[in-house]
Every structure is written in structure tokens, then in C-alpha cells.
């Protein structure tokens, strides 16, 4: 019998589902919160004068206790629709805390307002009083931003018509990867898979399964396609109506400001990542020839090498996943092992469930909950501490006011990628022979491969798709013709067969909160990588160090974060190469035990 549960506890936020009566009442008192604060913000503005300190400090705390409750909402619905894709009445809760987020945006954009019109030095001045101190980046970044946005009226009218257009392709997109279906014979049986379990069966050590699974694959998102291609081409077209009206030229403006990164940044990195990957090249060169192929075709990719990669139980993932944490963290391992006793994770594979997997927090109960469908996978195991550091992320800024804990996705990854380099390492280190030290290696180089080439083919794709965009809608022969394109970029033509309907199959590109959810993920990578090799050196000593740069994550830049905790400039190539050597020496490993 199984010591962890792998299904979670939502009943302690709101018991009941989403037929929650305590639910309905939470969201009734955020309906009269979300206008109290919308009311006080018209009176502010309508009083005809600049807003004191007192008017500016009680319509901080409100903005600060509704964005708590939404977020508490927010991930309620979200986990309620995850784990059971039927559930209409979920479904129905999202729509209508999507549209109180809309209407506490509406006011937000006033709000900042208000803040444009406080005098430079007076503002200054503000920033350095209590309660504003421990915020003042995440205001005054505010300010600075509503300066570049169109009257309060304008985004209060773009925000309002996003819930129904904007946001609703996204849900859209959702809807049909719920009734996503896959018919597989399986040992002669016939069985339905969501789109969760068949992307776990294109990891198969079984060549036949992922050939077979792959061709089925692409022929399902080959029948949707028109379907995604109209969410895409939607959601796509209204952000650029939106840059267009604000002055914006460049469709990076938006993400790179969520990511607090500057351009100069990114292209350093990506960069220092293209002028690196003949190492990899190699490495899926020397694969396919263990395979006994010509080449790798994409569903290769990330299949293990030899049968040695052992199956690994929940219970035995959660203790090794412990142990390994303990090494570097004691704090952090105690967090880990409170999330698998408490049930804070949703992990059992079973039909239903929304693919892929995440992190979402409760703010107003200090509790976060993990999502995602373990297969007993070393992949699944590596999933399983990314969601966890993501987890203590959040864990350590609890205490912290609402707004300083909004970090962006970009430090979010970095979090998450560093608890799967603590527990990959370790599980070298302590593996009982060459074959299974081989697949971790393996295993680790894999998502080196995501972040540099993978995750890069998203960025290419993406940033062609909107200049093409901006002419008009892009058909699904275009899309197609486009991902293959960057997906033979960004593997320096290493592989035989790609994945065309890539763009179809990958929620990150629908998803409307973030645009360009690409790049964050291999900043958070390489990010992690120097953090990392800092806690090497460091050990024990740099635990509390960790905690630190953690809690600066929502109150500065990323240059500014790396300068201050790392001593390193980011728009500088150095920083960048060290951190791709650290992915290179793995690559050199794998390649001089697999010579003959």
C-alpha cells in the first residue's frame, strides 16, 4: 500500500468541489471587494487633486487583499478544472473570476493613474515610507509601465473585452484538448488515451509504441488543427491590435517586461546557446546510432537509452526526492516532505485529467498544490521536483506583502529547475551501476536539450509567427511549414522527422497571461545552472543565501538579482557560457562512456 496519496486535498481550502457552498460565498465577498476598491478608486480620482499618503496607502492595502483573494480563487477553479476535464461547473467558476479579474484590471488601470499623476520627487519621497518601502519596485513599476499604456479608459475597455475575446480563445483551446482522444491498441486491447497519457506513452522505451503513438499523434492534431490554428491566429491577432494602439513595435515589449529582462539579456543568451550545440548535435548523433537509426526522429528524443531506466514507485520518488533535497537544504526537504504527507500533490494517471503539470499557489492559506500525472517515469520524477521547487518558492515568500511576492515566470523557473538539478546529481552520484548511471546522464542531457533546442524552436517559431501575423491570419499549412522550420533550426537539422503540429499540441502557446511562454523556462535553466554551481561551493552556508535571492525575485530586474546574490552580469556572454559548460560536461560524459 502506497505510504503518499497521489491525489490531493481541496477540500481543505473549500469543501465541496466546485459545488463549494463556502466557495460561492468566497467569491460574493470578492464581487464586494473587487467593487469597494473600484469605487475608491473613482472618488480618488474624481476628488480633482493629486492623492495624499493616506488616500494612495488605503487603495494600496485593498488592491493588495483583492489580489490575494483572486489568486486564492483563481487556483482553485484552475485545480478543479485539471483534474477532471468534465467538470462543467468549473469551468463556469473560471469564467466568472476571469471576469472579476477583469473588472479589479479595469480598476488597477485607474489606480495607476492616479500614481502617474504624482510629482517625480513626491513620489520618490512616498517610496520610502512604510507601508510602501517593502513594495516600492513592484509600484513604482507600476507608475513607469501605466506611461507607456493608453488612458485609463482605453485599458479599462481592452481589459474588459479580453475575458470574452482574448481570454476566451484560450478556454477554447482548453475545451477541445479536453475531448482530446487517442484510440491505441495496447497489447492487442484497445484503449483510449487523453492527450496527458499519450504524451506520457511518446517517452516509451518501446520504439514500436512511440512510432505507432507518434503517427496517431500527429494525425489527431492533424484533425484539430483548424480548430488551434483559430485560437492562435485570435489570440495572437488581439495582442498586436493592442500594441499597434499603444505605440508598441516589437511583440518582446510585453514579455520581456513580465520577465523584468532586458533584450540585450536574451539575446546574449540565445546566442551563447547557438554557438554551443555541436555538442549536442553529436550527442543525438551518437543516439541514433545506438538506436540503430539513421537519425533521431522527434519522438527519439526524449526516449531513454537502453532498458535500464528503472520504473520508480510515487512513494520511492517522494523519498529520494526528499533525501536529495536534504543534502543542500534542510528547510527545503522539510518542506517537501510536509507537501507529500499533507496530499499537496495530484499525481495519479488516470483518464480525465488536463496534460502537462504545475504549481499553484493558495496565498491566503500559505499552501500550494502540485499538478500532474505520474507514469513512473525518471521523467516524472524530475517533473515532480520542479513543481516542488516552484513549491517552496512560493513557500518562503508567504509572509511577504501580496504585491512583493509577484515574481515573473523567468526566476519562477529558476526555482523549480534548480530542485531538478539537486535531486538529478544526486541521483548519479548514487546510481548502482553503469547502465543506470548512463540513463540519468542521459535523463539530465534530455532537458538540456528542451531548454537549447526545444524550447528555442518554441521562440523561433513564435517570433515568425507574429511578423507573419501582423499581414494576416496564418493557415495551418503556414503553421505547420513554420514549425518545422524552427524546429530544424534549432536542432541544427540533427533530426529525420519532426513535428509539425507542434504548434497545435503545445498548450504554453494559448496560453493568454503570459505571451512568448518560451524563453523564461532556458533563462530559468542557465539561471539555475550558476546558482547551483555557487551551492556546490558554498554547501550548507549557502541555504540561507538561496532564501534570500528567492525573496528578491518580486522586487527587482533579473540583471539586478544576478549582480546582487550572484556577483555576475547577465548581459554579458561570460555568465551565459559557464552555465552551458556545466550542461556540455554531461554531454563529454555520455559520450565517452557510450564510445566503442
Given at each position: 500500500?502506497?505510504?503518499?496519496?497521489?491525489?490531493?486535498?481541496?477540500?481543505?481550502?473549500?469543501?465541496?468541489g466546485?459545488?463549494?457552498?463556502?466557495?460561492?460565498?468566497?467569491?460574493?465577498?470578492?464581487e464586494?471587494?473587487?467593487?469597494?476598491?473600484?469605487?475608491?478608486?473613482?472618488?480618488?480620482?474624481?476628488?480633482?487633486?493629486?492623492?495624499?499618503?493616506?488616500?494612495?496607502?488605503?487603495?494600496?492595502?485593498?488592491m493588495?487583499?483583492?489580489?490575494?483573494?483572486?489568486?486564492?480563487?483563481?487556483?482553485?477553479?484552475?485545480?478543479?478544472?485539471?483534474?477532471?476535464q468534465?467538470?462543467?461547473?468549473?469551468?463556469q467558476?473560471?469564467?466568472r473570476?476571469?471576469?472579476?479579474n477583469?473588472?479589479?484590471t479595469?480598476?488597477l488601470t485607474?489606480?495607476?493613474?492616479?500614481?502617474?499623476?504624482?510629482?517625480?520627487?513626491?513620489?520618490?519621497?512616498?517610496?520610502?515610507?512604510?507601508?510602501?518601502?517593502?513594495?516600492?519596485?513592484?509600484?513604482?513599476?507600476?507608475?513607469?509601465?501605466?506611461?507607456?499604456?493608453?488612458?485609463?479608459?482605453?485599458?479599462?475597455?481592452?481589459?474588459?473585452?479580453?475575458?470574452?475575446?482574448?481570454?476566451?480563445w484560450?478556454?477554447?483551446?482548453?475545451?477541445?484538448?479536453?475531448?482530446?482522444k487517442?484510440?491505441f491498441?495496447?497489447?492487442?486491447?484497445?484503449?483510449?488515451?487523453?492527450?496527458?497519457q499519450?504524451?506520457?506513452?511518446?517517452?516509451?522505451?518501446?520504439?514500436?509504441?512511440?512510432?505507432?503513438?507518434?503517427?496517431?499523434?500527429?494525425?489527431?492534431?492533424?484533425?484539430?488543427?483548424?480548430?488551434?490554428?483559430?485560437?492562435?491566429?485570435?489570440?495572437?491577432?488581439?495582442?498586436?491590435?493592442?500594441?499597434?494602439?499603444?505605440?508598441?513595435?516589437?511583440?518582446l515589449?510585453?514579455?520581456?517586461a513580465?520577465?523584468?529582462?532586458s533584450?540585450?539579456?536574451?539575446?546574449?543568451?540565445?546566442?551563447?546557446?547557438?554557438?554551443n550545440?555541436?555538442?549536442?548535435?553529436?550527442?543525438?548523433?551518437?543516439?541514433?546510432?545506438?538506436?540503430?537509426?539513421?537519425?533521431?526522429?522527434?519522438?527519439?528524443?526524449?526516449?531513454?537509452?537502453?532498458?535500464?531506466?528503472?520504473?520508480?514507485?510515487?512513494?520511492?520518488?517522494?523519498r529520494?526526492?526528499?533525501?536529495q533535497?536534504?543534502?543542500?537544504?534542510?528547510?527545503?526537504?522539510?518542506?517537501?516532505?510536509?507537501?507529500?504527507?499533507?496530499?499537496?500533490?495530484?499525481?495519479?494517471?488516470?483518464?480525465?485529467?488536463?496534460?502537462?503539470?504545475?504549481?499553484?499557489?493558495?496565498?491566503?492559506?500559505g499552501?500550494?498544490?502540485?499538478?500532474?500525472?505520474?507514469a513512473?517515469?525518471?521523467?516524472?520524477?524530475?517533473t515532480?521536483?520542479?513543481?516542488l521547487?516552484?513549491?517552496?518558492?512560493?513557500?518562503?515568500m508567504?509572509?511577504?506583502?501580496?504585491?512583493?511576492?509577484?515574481?515573473?515566470?523567468?526566476?519562477?523557473?529558476?526555482?523549480?529547475?534548480?530542485?531538478?538539478?539537486?535531486?538529478?546529481?544526486?541521483?548519479?552520484?548514487?546510481?548502482?551501476?553503469?547502465?543506470?548511471r548512463?540513463?540519468?546522464?542521459?535523463?539530465k542531457?534530455?532537458?538540456s536539450?528542451?531548454?537549447?533546442?526545444?524550447?528555442?524552436?518554441?521562440?523561433?517559431?513564435?517570433?515568425?509567427?507574429?511578423e507573419?501575423?501582423?499581414?494576416?491570419?496564418?493557415?495551418?499549412d503556414?503553421?505547420?511549414?513554420?514549425m518545422?522550420d524552427?524546429?530544424?533550426?534549432?536542432?541544427?537539422?540533427?533530426?529525420?522527422?519532426?513535428?509539425?503540429h507542434?504548434?497545435?499540441?503545445?498548450?504554453?502557446?494559448?496560453?493568454?497571461?503570459?505571451?512568448?511562454?518560451?524563453?523564461?523556462?532556458?533563462?530559468?535553466?542557465?539561471?539555475?545552472?550558476?546558482?547551483y554551481?555557487?551551492?556546490q561551493?558554498?554547501?550548507?552556508?549557502?541555504?540561507?543565501?538561496?532564501?534570500?535571492?528567492?525573496?528578491?525575485?518580486?522586487?527587482?530586474?533579473?540583471?539586478?538579482?544576478a549582480?546582487?546574490?550572484?556577483?555576475?552580469?547577465?548581459?554579458?556572454?561570460?555568465?551565459?557560457?559557464?552555465?552551458?559548460?556545466?550542461?556540455?560536461?554531461?554531454?563529454?560524459?555520455?559520450?565517452e562512456m557510450?564510445k566503442?
Amino acid at each position: 500500500m502506497s505510504q503518499y496519496s497521489l491525489v490531493w486535498d481541496l477540500d481543505v481550502f473549500f469543501p465541496g468541489g466546485s459545488g463549494s457552498a463556502e466557495f460561492a460565498q468566497f467569491l460574493q465577498r470578492m464581487e464586494r471587494d473587487v467593487e469597494q476598491f473600484r469605487q475608491a478608486v473613482l472618488a480618488a480620482a474624481g476628488a480633482g487633486a493629486v492623492a495624499d499618503r493616506g488616500t494612495i496607502a488605503g487603495l494600496v492595502e485593498r488592491m493588495q487583499n483583492v489580489t490575494l483573494m483572486l489568486r486564492e480563487a483563481d487556483s482553485f477553479a484552475s485545480c478543479l478544472a485539471a483534474e477532471n476535464q468534465h467538470d462543467k461547473k468549473a469551468v463556469q467558476l473560471a469564467g466568472r473570476i476571469s471576469s472579476l479579474n477583469a473588472s479589479f484590471t479595469s480598476a488597477l488601470t485607474r489606480f495607476d493613474q492616479l500614481l502617474r499623476q504624482i510629482p517625480d520627487g513626491d513620489w520618490a519621497a512616498l517610496l520610502q515610507e512604510e507601508p510602501f518601502r517593502a513594495i516600492a519596485y513592484p509600484l513604482d513599476e507600476r507608475r513607469r509601465l501605466a506611461m507607456e499604456k493608453l488612458a485609463p479608459e482605453q485599458e479599462s475597455l481592452i481589459a474588459d473585452l479580453a475575458v470574452d475575446g482574448y481570454h476566451g480563445w484560450e478556454e477554447a483551446y482548453n475545451t477541445a484538448v479536453g475531448k482530446f482522444k487517442i484510440d491505441f491498441d495496447e497489447n492487442g486491447k484497445s484503449v483510449s488515451l487523453s492527450a496527458g497519457q499519450a504524451a506520457n506513452k511518446l517517452h516509451s522505451p518501446n520504439r514500436d509504441v512511440r512510432v505507432r503513438l507518434f503517427a496517431d499523434w500527429e494525425k489527431a492534431w492533424a484533425d484539430s488543427a483548424d480548430y488551434a490554428a483559430d485560437a492562435l491566429n485570435r489570440l495572437a491577432g488581439f495582442r498586436l491590435q493592442v500594441y499597434k494602439h499603444r505605440g508598441w513595435d516589437s511583440v518582446l515589449k510585453e514579455p520581456l517586461a513580465i520577465n523584468r529582462m532586458s533584450e540585450k539579456t536574451l539575446n546574449v543568451m540565445w546566442d551563447v546557446i547557438d554557438r554551443n550545440k555541436a555538442p549536442f548535435v553529436d550527442y543525438l548523433r551518437r543516439k541514433a546510432d545506438m538506436f540503430g537509426l539513421g537519425s533521431l526522429s522527434w519522438h527519439d528524443v526524449d526516449a531513454p537509452v537502453g532498458t535500464s531506466a528503472k520504473e520508480v514507485p510515487f512513494d520511492e520518488a517522494a523519498r529520494m526526492i526528499v533525501s536529495q533535497f536534504r543534502s543542500f537544504s534542510p528547510k527545503m526537504a522539510d518542506f517537501a516532505e510536509m507537501a507529500f504527507e499533507k496530499r499537496w500533490i495530484e499525481a495519479e494517471d488516470r483518464p480525465g485529467k488536463r496534460p502537462g503539470g504545475f504549481c499553484t499557489s493558495f496565498p491566503i492559506k500559505g499552501e500550494t498544490r502540485i499538478f500532474m500525472t505520474y507514469a513512473n517515469t525518471a521523467s516524472n520524477v524530475a517533473t515532480l521536483a520542479h513543481e516542488l521547487g516552484h513549491a517552496y518558492h512560493q513557500h518562503v515568500m508567504n509572509d511577504m506583502p501580496a504585491l512583493a511576492q509577484e515574481y515573473a515566470m523567468n526566476v519562477a523557473e529558476t526555482a523549480s529547475t534548480f530542485a531538478e538539478m539537486i535531486v538529478a546529481d544526486a541521483a548519479v552520484g548514487q546510481a548502482e551501476n553503469r547502465e543506470e548511471r548512463l540513463a540519468l546522464i542521459e535523463d539530465k542531457i534530455q532537458r538540456s536539450v528542451a531548454f537549447f533546442m526545444n524550447i528555442h524552436a518554441r521562440f523561433l517559431f513564435e517570433t515568425e509567427f507574429y511578423e507573419r501575423r501582423k499581414q494576416g491570419l496564418v493557415g495551418v499549412d503556414q503553421l505547420c511549414e513554420l514549425m518545422e522550420d524552427a524546429q530544424r533550426r534549432a536542432y541544427k537539422e540533427a533530426l529525420g522527422e519532426y513535428h509539425p503540429h507542434f504548434w497545435a499540441s503545445k498548450l504554453h502557446f494559448y496560453i493568454t497571461g503570459v505571451p512568448f511562454y518560451n524563453f523564461p523556462y532556458t533563462f530559468g535553466y542557465l539561471f539555475s545552472s550558476g546558482i547551483y554551481a555557487v551551492a556546490q561551493r558554498e554547501g550548507a552556508a549557502f541555504e540561507d543565501k538561496y532564501v534570500s535571492l528567492l525573496r528578491d525575485t518580486g522586487s527587482m530586474t533579473v540583471e539586478r538579482l544576478a549582480e546582487k546574490h550572484l556577483g555576475v552580469d547577465l548581459t554579458q556572454p561570460d555568465f551565459w557560457q559557464g552555465a552551458v559548460d556545466l550542461a556540455v560536461r554531461d554531454v563529454n560524459q555520455f559520450m565517452e562512456m557510450t564510445k566503442t
